[in-house]
């Protein structure tokens, strides 16, 4: 069934996000497309049409109120002609250097990996070290549920989240789910599961973020001095339905962050340093890139307070990359300020008040994907600076 719905009355700019957060209006959608008055989604819900209808237009109502659509405010542009226009996703499954388990779900081989660990080698090397009293941690893919709900994602980002559970500790139960998995002759999908008679409430979840983790372990600490910055790679994990078709969104990638806790000028004046560093950066490896005031894409009822509030007061910036092949950009970092909002949650304190934070994020596979749909494989055609650094790389990595 095709359901078409006008999109009179929601500016252009919105028209993406509408999209986006369309996908998970109903699990029957197989297809999603915008045309230029109206969007037209494929679907087989039970429901009818109707009630798809109906759900699209609660979207259009969210996403229009407030300001009327947001303008673009790029901040820096650096514009290159790249040599490669090709598909670079098909490319690379063609010569088994990725192997798509399915949309959004990778598994990386050479030079692909190699590649990856030359990024974030370079953002620790020539970004993160250049702050004073840098220090490292290592956080675990999991985060707890409790922790989570501390930095309001429960209510930002619902959609997003990947919960973990297990059989219950009851030996009946445990005995029960292995021969029903023995009689079907192995694990179905669409077998029936009752998730409450056989799990608990989940404890944990898949963490989507990196700096959550940060927080989490100076959670009732008074920090000493002007602050702190750490730098940390995890794996994060968000679910986004439909979208993962989309060049660049996964559900597992790796991203490398700074952070920055400590006193509002401290963070603010490393943030800006931050900018200047990532915008060198793009230069030196000549990379076809922009960087623009951004919002998060927030899917409650509340998005345009906050994706407003976001945007007037500068909060997040985003560096893109262009894919050539799609004539789009990706976001492949972030430079968020989060006031004190995470020092309040968490109760680090600076003194009296609560700490300040912000972060630099760097979406690892992003920056890869990016770099070879503008540039390909044939390191011949890539910029003098970035092949060479690359090969310096890879024999200290020998």
């Not at 252009?12 to 369309?22: D, I, M, P, R």
């Not at 893109?320 to 968490?346: M, Y």
């Not at 979406?363 to 600076?385: K, M, N, V």
Request: glycine content about 6%.
């Amino acid at each position: 069934m095709e359901c078409i719905v006008s999109l009179e009355g929601l500016a252009a700019s919105q028209h993406g996000q509408l999209k986006y957060a369309a996908s998970f209006i109903d699990e029957t959608i197989s297809d999603i497309q915008l045309d230029a008055d109206s969007i037209r989604i494929t679907h087989n819900s039970p429901k009818g049409g109707a009630a798809i209808e109906e759900r699209v237009r609660k979207l259009i109502a969210r996403f229009s109120q407030g300001d009327f659509g947001f303008k673009e405010n790029i901040l820096f542009e650096h514009r290159v002609d790249t040599p490669y226009e090709g598909d670079i996703i098909a490319e690379l499954a063609a010569k088994k250097i990725i192997k798509i388990l399915e949309p959004g779900l990778f598994i990386f081989r050479e030079p692909f990996s190699s590649l990856m660990r030359f990024f974030d080698y370079s953002f620790v090397t020539k970004i993160a070290s250049r702050f004073e009293g840098l220090t490292t941690e290592e956080y675990p893919a999991v985060i707890h549920a409790d922790t989570l709900n501390k930095t309001n994602h429960f209510t930002s980002f619902p959609e997003h989240i990947h919960f973990l559970t297990h059989l219950r500790e009851d030996l009946d139960i445990i005995e029960a789910f292995s021969q029903s998995i023995r009689d079907t002759g192995g694990w179905k999908q669409d077998a029936p599961l009752d998730l409450n008679a056989n799990m608990p409430k989940p404890k944990f979840t898949m963490n989507p973020s990196t700096c959550y983790h940060c927080y989490e372990g100076l959670q009732n600490e008074t920090l000493e001095g002007e602050g702190r910055v750490v730098t940390a790679i995890s794996k994060c994990h968000r679910f986004e339905s439909r979208n993962h078709t989309d060049f660049g969104r996964l559900l597992d990638f790796s991203m490398r962050e700074i952070i920055f806790v400590g006193k509002p000028d401290f963070v603010k004046e490393n943030r800006l340093r931050a900018i200047e560093y990532l915008k060198e950066l793009a230069v030196e490896w000549n990379v076809d890139s922009m960087l623009e005031i951004a919002n998060d894409p927030f899917f409650t009822n509340d998005f345009q307070v906050k994706a407003s509030f976001q945007r007037n007061q500068e909060m997040k910036y985003e560096l893109r990359l262009t894919i050539p092949h799609i004539k789009k950009s990706i976001a492949c970092s972030s430079v968020n300020f989060h006031s004190n909002t995470f020092g309040t949650a968490f109760q680090i304190s600076m003194g009296k008040r609560p700490a300040v934070t912000g972060c630099v994020g760097f979406g690892i596979e992003r920056w890869t994907f990016a770099f070879l749909a503008q540039y390909g494989l044939d390191e011949s055609s890539w910029p003098a600076a970035f092949r060479e650094q690359y090969a310096a790389w890879q024999q200290l990595s020998v």
